[in-house]
Every structure is written in structure tokens, then in C-alpha cells.
């Protein structure tokens, strides 16, 4: 008799943070590891904890969302870790409670690999937490974990979270045919609909997918772990990402898409702007958004022309900084000339202020709150809304070592301390009260007809 196919639980850990928003968030990585594993012929579980609409098994949980699919996640306060003691905030596990993710793997059959994600650098206590209660109840089931954390601080996520293997960077051949030694090598699913697209039948509702057309970034920011993650820029090829973004459409009845690249409109030419123009041949209504921020400088007529009539909605533009000295440091990616050549070319194409919205970096090292403020004039001048990310240091980028020079907090000792929110570089020039007096001059400066920025905690250029 013929064996049943080996059993691979994906494990999407919680989120422990001050604020966090469900901005077109899903383990993208982790759901396309589920999708080859599925292919391959594995039998494939998933438990994103994060997701509480999806995977609460006691009380419901019904977000209130936008019309685009964004909405808030479920959180309950939790204690804060010592180190973040003094930090006026509410700190909050979001997602399912233990008792629903413990609920979770009583009813699983015992898996053969379990492969654990990872986000956020300052996110490592949902991963440890899920780890622990993995191991309890599946104490003989190997635990992988990878994904961002991992790959920045391996060492870290070693001695803090104990899986049997810490995997880094993306996921290859080689990986799979390690699975394959592992625990044995099923016979591959013969081709369906799902081939080829991540693991999305893992929830039951959707209300947005991700798609990313590329992977890595040529560019070499200095806050930046892009090239860290993917040290290769590489590019999808179109059919194959039209292919996936129509499959998924018809399949999961899904009209909102965020791209999740990191250089959506480099080479747009043999891109972007091909991939759009064999969409909007299929005439459907379809939603996308740039949660992740865009070159300003490729944005050209052609293309803005194209982004609005493919439908594209939640336009993130990367500017960053306007002061030429902090630009350089970014890569010099872009200039102000360029920014107003952009937003003629947007607005031209019949985009409105309401979907624009311009990220700012806050609290890099040695940044002036005059800096800041300077940046923000010359956004709201434009009659566009910026939205501010406070800067995370993060391990092994250039930014690094004057990252931790400057902070009061142990940055590399503890990741807990990368977190936005506590402005670790911010010094005493860009501090909560700074920036509340920033944001408030935003709301006060922005044309009335723009929206209120509800996200500012937690949009990001990244
Ligand atoms: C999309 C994105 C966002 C989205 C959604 C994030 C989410 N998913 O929840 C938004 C726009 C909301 C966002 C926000 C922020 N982000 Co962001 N974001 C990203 C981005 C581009 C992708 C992250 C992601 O989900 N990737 C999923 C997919 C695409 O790949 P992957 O996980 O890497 O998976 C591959 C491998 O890792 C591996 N793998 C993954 N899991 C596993 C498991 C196993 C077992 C194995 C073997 C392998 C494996 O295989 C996969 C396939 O090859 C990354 C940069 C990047 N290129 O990764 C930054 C990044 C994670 N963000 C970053 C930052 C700084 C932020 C913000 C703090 C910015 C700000 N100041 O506002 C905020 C924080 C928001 C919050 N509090 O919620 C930093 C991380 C900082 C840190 N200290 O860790 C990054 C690295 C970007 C950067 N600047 O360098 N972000
Ligand atoms: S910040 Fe953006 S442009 Fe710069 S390296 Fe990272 S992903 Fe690329």
C-alpha cells in the first residue's frame, strides 16, 4: 500500500510590538516555500498567528477593514520585556491566543518538518514562543527556522529560539533537496491550478494576495538590508508573474494586490511595463498597491499612465530625505527635480493626492529635527502627505556600526531594541515629543481634502 505523503506544518510566529497594522501583510516567503513543498507532493499545514480572522478557534475575530483589504489586527496587551520597561506604550502580542495556536496542534497529525518564519529583527519573541510550544507538542518533529531575523542574526536567533536548524537567506533547490533526505521524497502532485503559486489555500479568507515580481534590489541604501537578504537582483519573467497574478485572481476571487518588491520599476521596459500591459488585456478589475515604496525617479508618463489604468491605488512614493547629503547616503536614488517630475507624470495621469502618499525617513543617526521638518514642507508644498517611518538599525547594513555608536540602547546585544518606536538613533533631537510636534504640523499643513494618516507607526519604505 501506498505510504502517505510526508506532512510539513509552516508556522507563521506572532507579532510582539508597540503597534502593528495589518498592511497587506502575509509571510510571503514562507507561503512560497509551502507552495514548492505542495508541488512537490507534501502534504502542507499552515498557522499564521498573526491572523486571527483566519485562524482564531475560540472567540472570532472580524476585522473592520479598508476597501483595499487592510484592517487591524487582533492584540491583546501583553507585559513588556524589562529592557522596554520605561517605553509609555502599550506593548501587545498580535494575533491568535496561545491557547488557539496550542488548539491548533492538537488537531494536526504530527508533522514530519516543522519550518518556522521570521520578520522583523525585534519580532524574535512571537518566533521563540511558537518554537517552545512547538517543541512540547511535537517533541521528536525537526523545527527549521528562517526567514529575515534568521538571516540577519543567525547567532541570535540560535541561542534565543532553539530550532534544530537556523536557515539563512532565501530558500533553494538546495534547501528542498535537504527536505527531501530529511524526510523522504514524495511522489510530485501532478499539475493543477495551484502549481506554481505560494501556499495560499492555507487561509480560508482573503481579502488581498502579495505578489513580488523580483527579488533583491541593485540599489545600495545605507539603513537598508535588501542586498543583505538577496545579494542578486533577480527578475521574474512577466508571463510567468501575469500568469500567477490572473490564476489567483479566478482562484481566490481576489481584486487587491500589494507588491511586496523591493525595486518594483527597475527595468520597468521589460517589466513592469510589459506585465501591465498584457493585464489590462483581460479587462478585469483588479487593485494594486506599493505598500514597500517606489522609485521616484523611474516613474515616467508611460508608466503612470499604465499604473492608473491597470488600477493601481496605494501609491507609495521612496523620497526618504530632501537634503542632498542625506540622498547620497541613499543611494542617490533620487533628487527633488525628480520627485516633481514624478508627480507631475502621477497627477497627470489622473492620480489624486488621496492615493499618494510620500515616505519619510525619522531618527537615522545624526538626522536634525530641522532636517525633518525641511523634508516634510517640501512634501506638503507639493500638496501630497508624507508618512514618516522611524528608523530601524539593522544588523551587518552600512549604517550599522554609527547606528550603535550613537544609540543609548544595546543594539547589538538586543534586538528588542531595533524597534522603531523607540527612536534608537533619534538622539535628543528627534524624540517621541519632536516628532508628535512633526506629525502634528502634518495635520495641520495638509490640504482638507487629504486622508488622515492613521498608519504612520507602521507604513514603511523598506
Ligand atoms: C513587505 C515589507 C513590509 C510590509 C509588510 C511586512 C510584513 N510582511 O508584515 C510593510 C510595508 C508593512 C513593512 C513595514 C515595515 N518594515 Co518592512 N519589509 C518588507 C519586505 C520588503 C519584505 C518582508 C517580507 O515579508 N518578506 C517576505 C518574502 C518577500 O520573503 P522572505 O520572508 O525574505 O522569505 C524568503 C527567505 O527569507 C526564506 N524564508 C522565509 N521564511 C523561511 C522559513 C524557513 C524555515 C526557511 C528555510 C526559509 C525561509 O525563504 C523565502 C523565500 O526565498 C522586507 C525587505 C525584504 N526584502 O525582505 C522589509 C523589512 C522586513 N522591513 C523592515 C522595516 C524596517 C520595516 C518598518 C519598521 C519600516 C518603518 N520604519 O516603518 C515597518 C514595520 C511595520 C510594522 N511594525 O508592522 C526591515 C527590517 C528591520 C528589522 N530590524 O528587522 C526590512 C528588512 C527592510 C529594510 N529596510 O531593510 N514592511
Ligand atoms: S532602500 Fe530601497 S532602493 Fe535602497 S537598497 Fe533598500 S530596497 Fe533598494
Not at 514548492?36 to 507532493?41: E, P, Q, T
Not at 518588491?261 to 513592469?272: G, K, W
Not at 525617513?361 to 508644498?381: A, C, D, F, M, N
Request: aromatic share 10%.
Amino acid at each position: 500500500m501506498k505510504q502517505s505523503s510526508p506532512h510539513v506544518l509552516l508556522v507563521n510566529p506572532w507579532i510582539y510590538d508597540f503597534a502593528a497594522f495589518n498592511l497587506w501583510s502575509r509571510p510571503l516567503g514562507l507561503l512560497e516555500i509551502g507552495g514548492i513543498l505542495r508541488d512537490a507532493g507534501y502534504k502542507v499545514s499552515l498557522i499564521d498567528c498573526v491572523d486571527a480572522e483566519n485562524f482564531s478557534m475560540t472567540t472570532p475575530y472580524r476585522p473592520k477593514l479598508s476597501r483595499f483589504g487592510t484592517g487591524k489586527l487582533k492584540r491583546t496587551p501583553v507585559e513588556k520585556p524589562g529592557i522596554l520597561a520605561k517605553i509609555p506604550r502599550r506593548y501587545c502580542r498580535y494575533g491568535i491566543t496561545p491557547e488557539d495556536f496550542q488548539e491548533h496542534l492538537s488537531s494536526l497529525p504530527r508533522p514530519d518538518l516543522i519550518l518556522v518564519s521570521s520578520i522583523m529583527t525585534y519580532w524574535y519573541l512571537g518566533v521563540r514562543e511558537s518554537i517552545e510550544l512547538l517543541r512540547k507538542q511535537f517533541p521528536h518533529t525537526p523545527i527549521y527556522l528562517g526567514g529575515n531575523y534568521a538571516s540577519l542574526i543567525p547567532g541570535h536567533a540560535v541561542t534565543a529560539c532553539s530550532p534544530d536548524r537556523v536557515i539563512t537567506g532565501p530558500f533553494t533547490r538546495h534547501h528542498l533537496e535537504d527536505i527531501f533526505k530529511v524526510i523522504g521524497r514524495p511522489d510530485p502532485l501532478p499539475p493543477s491550478e495551484l502549481t506554481g503559486i505560494p501556499f495560499w489555500e492555507g487561509y480560508s479568507i482573503h481579502h488581498f494576495l502579495c505578489i513580488r515580481s523580483s527579488l533583491g534590489c541593485p540599489f545600495h541604501c545605507q539603513y537598508c538590508a535588501s542586498n543583505l537578504l538577496h545579494p542578486d537582483f533577480v527578475e521574474h519573467p512577466v508571463q510567468d508573474v501575469a500568469d500567477e497574478i490572473l490564476r489567483e485572481h479566478r482562484l481566490f476571487g481576489v481584486r487587491d494586490f500589494a507588491f511586496y518588491d523591493d525595486a518594483l520599476l527597475m527595468n520597468a521596459h521589460t517589466r513592469l511595463v510589459p506585465l501591465l500591459k498584457q493585464l489590462l488585456k483581460h479587462n478585469l478589475s483588479l487593485r494594486f498597491h506599493t505598500p514597500n515604496g517606489i522609485h521616484i525617479r523611474f516613474i515616467t508618463r508611460e508608466i503612470a499612465c499604465l499604473m492608473q489604468e491597470t488600477g493601481f491605488h496605494s501609491l507609495r512614493l521612496s523620497l526618504e530625505a530632501t537634503q542632498p547629503a542625506w540622498q547620497a547616503r541613499f543611494g542617490s536614488k533620487t533628487t527633488l527635480k525628480e520627485f516633481d517630475h514624478a508627480l507631475d507624470c502621477l497627477f497627470e495621469a489622473g492620480f489624486t493626492d488621496k492615493e499618494i502618499k510620500v515616505y519619510l525617513l525619522v531618527g537615522l543617526p545624526g538626522q536634525t529635527l530641522h532636517e525633518v521638518e525641511q523634508s516634510i514642507r517640501e512634501v506638503l508644498k507639493r500638496g501630497v502627505r508624507p508618512s514618516l517611518a522611524e528608523y530601524s538599525p539593522i544588523p551587518g547594513t552600512a549604517l550599522w556600526e554609527e547606528a550603535c555608536r550613537v544609540s543609548p540602547y544595546p543594539l547589538e546585544e538586543e534586538p528588542l531594541t531595533h524597534n522603531n518606536t523607540l527612536l534608537p538613533c533619534g538622539g535628543n533631537e528627534i524624540t517621541k515629543a519632536s516628532l508628535d510636534r512633526l506629525k502634528h504640523l502634518m495635520t495641520e499643513e495638509v490640504p482638507s481634502n487629504s486622508p488622515k494618516n492613521g498608519a504612520m507607526e507602521t507604513e514603511s519604505p523598506s
